[in-house]
Nanobody, 117 residues
Framework: QAPLVESGGGLVQPGGSLNLSCVTS????????MSWYRQVPGKARELVAA????????KYGDSVRGRFTISRDNAKNTLYLQMSSLIHEDTAVYYC??????????WGQGTQVTVAS
């Protein structure tokens, strides 16, 4: 099984909500800082949100702050992203990313989020 598997993407209307999940395996999840990135064709991958291993600290990209919430469940080795008040500009492929000091890093395969009426 791949270390990171995202799910929950789809088509949503502007103003709507969507919840993403990233199920992880094969590494000590609670040690890793976990992040959500997104990418649209022709642009660099953009940090959406990040959360420390304990979950005690989070940070958000300016474009999503106040609308998105990142969280994790270390007992389930799962990362979440709650997205609300979605706008067209949130349309992208969303990726889950795991990092910890000098250890191996992991990317998920991505899940498509499309905001359209």
């Amino acid at each position: 099984q791949a270390p990171l598997v995202e799910s929950g993407g789809g088509l949503v209307q502007p103003g709507g909500s969507l919840n993403l999940s990233c199920v992880t395996s094969g590494f000590p999840f609670s040690y890793y800082t976990m992040s959500w990135y997104r990418q649209v064709p022709g642009k660099a991958r953009e940090l959406v949100a990040a959360i420390t291993g304990s979950g005690s600290s989070t940070k958000y990209g300016d474009s999503v702050r106040g609308r998105f919430t990142i969280s994790r469940d270390n007992a389930k080795n799962t990362l979440y992203l709650q997205m609300s008040s979605l706008i067209h500009e949130d349309t992208a492929v969303y990726y889950c990313y795991a990092s910890y000091e000098d250890a191996a890093t992991y990317w998920g395969q991505g899940t498509q989020v499309t905001v359209a009426s």
